[in-house]
C-alpha cells in the first residue's frame, strides 16, 4: 500500500457526461500528480500540483480540469467525455520539497475509467 | 523534451533465475531522476527502484539492482533469483530536475517460468 488512496476504483459512464476523480495524497506530501494510462497512448502525464497550485501541464485536454484543495486532496474532471476517454487515471504524489527522496513519486491504485 | 526507451517489449526467465531489462533514455537535463515501476496484472504502479543521475554508484534493493551509464544514457534493471511474482509489466521512468513529471517507456511485460 503506497498510502496513496483515490477513488471511485471503476466509473462506466456514457457519451458526453462529466466525471470527478478523486486522490488523496500521502500524509505529508505536497505534490500531486495526475496520469493517464491508455493501451495506445501508454502512460502520459496530465498535471501536477503542489501545495494548491498548478505546478507542471503535460498532454491534458482542455475537457479535463484539476485543482488541489487546501487539504492537500485533488480532484480531476474530465467533462463532455468520449469513447477515447476510456483509460486507467492515476493519481501519484511525492513530498516535493527537499529531504531524502522528495522526489519519488508514489501511485495510487488507479481509476478506471469505460466510456460508453 | 525527455524520451524513454524499452526496446524489449516482452521477456521471460526460468523461476530462480536472473533476468536483465534494458532502458535507455535522453534528456537535456544535467540533475535528473531515473526510476523502475513494476505494474502487476492488479494494475498498481509499485516503485522497485530509483537511481539519482548525480550518484554514480548504481542503486540495489534486495534482488533488484540497476546497471546506469549515465554516458550511454542507458538504466538496465536487474532482477536476480527471479520469483513468481516478479511477473509484470516493467516501466522505465525518467524525471528531470527542471520538471518532475516521469517520462515512461512502453513497457517490458515479465513472464517467469515456474
Not at chain 1, 483515490?6 to 457519451?15: C, D, F, G, M, V
Request: with cysteine; net charge negative.
Amino acid at each position: 500500500d503506497s498510502g496513496v488512496t483515490q477513488t471511485p476504483k471503476h466509473l462506466i459512464t456514457a457519451t458526453g457526461q462529466r466525471v470527478t476523480l478523486r486522490c488523496s495524497p500521502r500524509s505529508g506530501d505536497l505534490s500531486v500528480y495526475w496520469y493517464q494510462q491508455s493501451l495506445d497512448q501508454g502512460l502520459q502525464f496530465l498535471i501536477q500540483y503542489y501545495n494548491g497550485e498548478e505546478r507542471a501541464k503535460g498532454n491534458i485536454l482542455e475537457r479535463f480540469s484539476a485543482q488541489q484543495f487546501p487539504d492537500l486532496h485533488s480532484e480531476l474532471n474530465l467533462s463532455s467525455l468520449e469513447l477515447g476517454d476510456s483509460a486507467l487515471y492515476f493519481c501519484a504524489s511525492s513530498v516535493g520539497t527537499s529531504g531524502e527522496d522528495w522526489e519519488t513519486q508514489y501511485f495510487g491504485p488507479g481509476t478506471r475509467l469505460l466510456v460508453l | 523534451a525527455q524520451t524513454v526507451t524499452q526496446s524489449q517489449p516482452e521477456m521471460s526467465v526460468q523461476e530462480a533465475e536472473t533476468v536483465t531489462l534494458s532502458c535507455t533514455y535522453d534528456t537535456s537535463e544535467s540533475d535528473y531522476y531515473l526510476f523502475w515501476y513494476k505494474q502487476p496484472p492488479s494494475r498498481q504502479m509499485i516503485l522497485v527502484i530509483r537511481q539519482e543521475a548525480y550518484k554514480q554508484q548504481n542503486a540495489t534493493e534486495n534482488r533488484f539492482s540497476v546497471n546506469f551509464q549515465k554516458a550511454a544514457k542507458s538504466f538496465s534493471l536487474k532482477i536476480s533469483d527471479s520469483q513468481l511474482g516478479d511477473a509484470a509489466m516493467y516501466f522505465c521512468a525518467l524525471s528531470g530536475a527542471g520538471s518532475y513529471q516521469l517520462t515512461f517507456g512502453k513497457g517490458t511485460k515479465l513472464s517467469v517460468i515456474p
